[in-house]
Each structure stands twice: as structure tokens, then as C-alpha cells.
């Protein structure tokens, strides 16, 4: 069985990422041209062309990931849908489904966290098959985590972090951990927490509440990036992590429209820094 073959049955069944052309070819066969004109008429001229618009820019960004997952060995494109898969804690029904951050996406990212990131964990929240992790490992982190809650893909991220090789690789201490994100245990070291919009509003409550009672239990630094591409989650994600009264949100420019990207995200960075927080200055949005 080749690295390819490796992802399980019920994940290949959930991925919708693909096959996009050939499902629209199928409509027009089943449905004749007649029906195609139909569904133009009913959703206008301007509308029908955002949707193809979409799936052109979908079908370009999925590409470029399986070319990117050739290159290197691996397994991460996709978009995989948790529904048929295994999940550890109660939470099944709150996430969402496994979509990984493009390459190009994360280094714009990258670009704008202006930080000494040596003794940094980084810790993907809702890591799925690892690929934002593989593109953490540029960077010269002290250890890199995963956190994924459906055991299919942590054994998928454990095969390709086995795989992966990169002469651009600064960190190569890599693990990903099978657990629900609301009951993650933050380690003691200063973090890097990553999301792109995981899950729900009421888990990150909770995942951002452990997190600001670890930061009070044991002061050290904290960069937190928080990224959505749809549900306006930034818009909730952001109160959120304020009001904990713990960060302060960095300037960033717009995130650019890349071609590896399925869409163009939202993104904000916050930074936590225990001796500004200790002396009470309360942080402020940028």
C-alpha cells in the first residue's frame, strides 16, 4: 500500500474536495443542458457566476494541495467531514470539518508574528491530518503539537509527520495528541496557539478559558492566531479572546487571495505578555 492509499475508507467517503468537475459533467448528463439553464435563470446571471467562480477557485486550490501532498509524501488535502469518523469527547456535533490551512495562507501569516519563537510550543487546535503542523516545522519552534479529536486522521498525521522531509525544516520534534480540544491540558512553556476556525463558539469559550487560567497559573508568554474563511467566526473569536482581559491584539494587513487557498481567511494575532499583564496595563485592541 502506497502513502497515498493510506487514508481510511470512511475518510475517503467524507472528503468533498474533490471530484468537483466530474460531479457537474454528471448533472448535465443526468439533467440535460435544459436544467443547467434553469438553475442560471433561477439564481441570476451574477449569482451563477460567484458559484462557478468558487468551485473554479476550489478545484485550483485542491490541485495545488494534492501536488503539494505528492511532493512531499504525504496525506492532507481535502475537506473532511466529521461525520463518519471516530471522535474522542462529546463534542462530534460542534466541529467542523478538516480543512487544512494552504501553505501560501500560513507563511503570509508567519510573515506578520514578529517574535522570537525558539522556546514557543506550537499547538494546533484541531491539527486534522497534519498539514499546518508540516508547514509549523519551517519554523524554529522548540516543539510543534497537534490536538485532533477523530482518531482517522491523528493516525493519518502520524504518517505523514513520519514521512515528511524538508530542507527547510527547523523543528522536527512533532507529536499530535487524540483528545477533545476542550479538555486539553496547555503545557507550562510559552505558546503558540493555533485555530482556523475548529469548531464552535461554545468550545472555544472553553478552550480559551483554559487557556487563561494556565497563563494565570503559570505566567509566560502567549501568541495566540485565530483564522475563519466563512460563519464570520473571527467576528465571535475575537471578543472572546479579549475579554479575557489577557491579550492585546497585533496590527496586521489584509490576508492577499492565494491560489493554494480554497478561500481568502480572516485572520488576527494576539499577544499575551505576563510582565505587561501583571503590571496591570490592560491590553487594547490594535
Known amino acids: ?25 454528471r448533472f448535465v448528463r443526468d439533467n440535460g443542458v435544459g436544467e443547467l439553464f434553469r438553475l442560471i435563470g433561477r439564481h441570476g446571471v451574477s449569482g451563477s457566476a460567484r458559484f462557478v467562480t468558487r468551485n473554479v477557485q476550489h478545484v485550483i486550490a485542491d490541485r495545488l494541495a494534492r501536488r503539494w501532498d505528492r511532493v512531499h509524501c504525504v496525506d492532507t488535502a481535502g475537506s473532511i467531514r466529521l461525520e463518519l469518523l471516530d471522535v474522542i469527547g462529546p463534542n462530534r456535533s460542534k466541529g467542523n470539518e478538516c480543512v487544512c490551512t494552504s501553505p501560501k495562507t500560513f507563511d503570509f501569516i508567519m510573515s506578520n508574528v514578529h517574535a522570537d519563537l525558539s522556546d514557543h510550543t506550537f499547538i494546533d487546535i484541531g491539527s486534522g491530518k497534519s498539514r499546518t503542523l508540516l508547514l509549523a516545522s519551517h519554523y524554529p519552534f522548540a516543539e510543534i503539537v497537534g490536538v485532533e479529536f477523530a482518531g482517522e486522521l491523528v493516525r493519518i498525521a502520524e504518517r ?8 527547510r525544516q527547523k523543528c522536527t520534534k512533532l507529536s499530535v495528541i487524540e483528545a477533545d480540544a476542550a479538555a486539553y491540558a496547555f503545557p507550562d512553556t510559552p505558546l503558540f496557539v493555533y485555530f482556523y ?16 487560567a494556565s497563563l494565570r497559573a503559570k505566567p509566560r ?5 485565530y483564522g475563519s474563511s466563512s ?21 496586521t494587513p489584509p490576508m492577499p487571495h492565494f491560489l493554494d487557498a480554497v478561500r481568502t481567511i480572516d485572520y488576527a494575532i494576539f499577544r499575551h505578555e505576563p510582565a505587561l499583564w501583571a503590571a496591570g496595563r490592560a491590553p487594547t485592541s490594535a
Open 1 to 25: 500500500m502506497t502513502q497515498h492509499d493510506t487514508i481510511t475508507e470512511k475518510a475517503e467517503l467524507a472528503d468533498h474536495s474533490s471530484g468537483r468537475l466530474a460531479r457537474a459533467a
Open 160 to 167: 505523514n509527520i513520519a514521512a515528511y522531509a524538508d530542507p
Open 197 to 212: 476556525n475548529p469548531f464552535s463558539k461554545d468550545v472555544f469559550d472553553m478552550v480559551m478559558g483554559n487557556l487563561a
Open 221 to 225: 508568554d502567549c501568541i495566540v492566531v
Open 231 to 251: 460563519h464570520d467566526a473571527i467576528g465571535w473569536a475575537e471578543p472572546a479572546i479579549m475579554d479575557s482581559g489577557m491579550f492585546e491584539k497585533l496590527p
